[in-house]
């Protein structure tokens, strides 16, 4: 058996707009590396913490890499532990996954280390475990796609199904990440409890126009289905210069533009020939309200989190 591995999981786009806690796609350019290594005490420890976030908790149980391992360790009763070393890719609180991106790292490096490797669904599970730390509730939005890779749909929570939807060959997502930091906790809060059922039948038809429009490639359809009536709305006043960010990408020819997560990262889906005009409309639109921003454009790579030492 292995002593020591390392693995990679992508950043990740929640909700996609139309598709609130169980809608979401990897997005390759950026992402978490986790380092598991086993220790002969059944325990979890974190050696280190680099990279954009170095501030977060060493102690297992309140950090997602740890937890989602401690888990993992307990439920199997494993004669052994790991000692975790995490790198930060993802910017923390920026909407783009980062937590849920920790645990599918480690569990995934964990698995490594194994002697007999769990499948993906398993892996899922014990990341979720790690997720709700951060998060305060359990969602696979973030979770799902980091590991699986690719746009995927998920249904349910104690019994998920997670299935991989195609996506046209054309289509990139532009992301641009202002220098702010947005909370989950404080993004669901915001949250109204009820909704109008008008809002629900046109979320509800926005989500199966798109999710059609993926699977048969149709562009047009994309576009006139990838609008959230729902949750954006309700947070887009979190998140400054927001309607111009969005105004400007949608000018430029994007399919459509929306929070990504709980913000205040903003992404667009677009076809390959608009995206760097796209992006740049996008950046323009925050420094426009003072706000410095990074940005990457990136194909929907369907590989997902994956041992890469």
């Known amino acids: 058996m292995r002593e020591v591995a ?20 990897s997005f390759q350019t950026i992402g978490d590396r986790v380092t598991a290594r086993r220790i002969p005490e059944r325990e979890v420890r974190i050696a280190a913490i ?23 360790v307990r439920e199997l009763e494993l004669d052994f532990g790991m000692e975790l070393t995490i790198e930060k890719g993802i910017p923390l609180g920026s909407g783009l996954g980062g937590s849920a ?3 599918v790292a480690a569990v995934v490096a964990a698995n490594a280390l194994l002697p007999e ?37 998920t249904v349910g929570i104690d019994n998920p199904n997670v299935k991989q939807i195609p996506v046209p060959a054309s289509v990139r997502c532009v992301l641009v990440h202002p220098h702010m930091v947005l909370s989950t906790r404080a993004a669901r809060e915001i949250l109204n409890r009820s909704i109008d059922l008008s809002n629900v039948i046109w979320q509800s ?23 959230d009536v729902v949750i954006e709305p309700q947070r887009k ?25 709980a913000g205040p990262t903003v992404f667009a889906w677009s076809e390959d020939k608009d995206a760097a005009r796209i ?13 410095e921003s990074d940005a990457w454009i990136s194909t929907l790579d369907p590989e997902g989190a994956r041992v890469i030492d």
């Open 279 to 291: 992006r740049d409309a996008m950046v323009a639109g925050f420094k426009a309200h003072g706000l």
């Open 237 to 261: 006043v979190l998140i400054p210069g927001f309607q111009d960010v969005k105004d400007g990408a949608m000018r430029n020819g994007a399919l459509g533009c929306s929070i990504s997560g």
């Open 205 to 227: 038809a926005n989500l199966a126009g798109f999710l059609t429009g993926c699977f048969t490639g149709d562009l047009q359809l994309i576009r006139e289905s990838l609008e």
């Open 50 to 72: 680099t990279g954009t976030s170095e501030e977060l908790p060493k102690e297992a149980e309140r950090n997602t890499a740890g937890m989602a391992v401690l888990s993992m």
């Open 101 to 103: 991106a920790s645990a």
């Open 117 to 153: 490797p769990l499948d993906k669904l398993r892996l899922l599970k014990f990341a979720m475990k790690g997720e709700a730390v951060a998060s305060g509730s359990v969602h696979v939005d973030n979770i799902a796609p980091s590991l699986f890779g690719g746009l995927v749909l």
């Open 6 to 25: 390392t693995a990679f999981a992508p950043a990740s786009v929640g909700n996609v707009a139309v598709g609130f806690d169980v809608l979401g796609h």
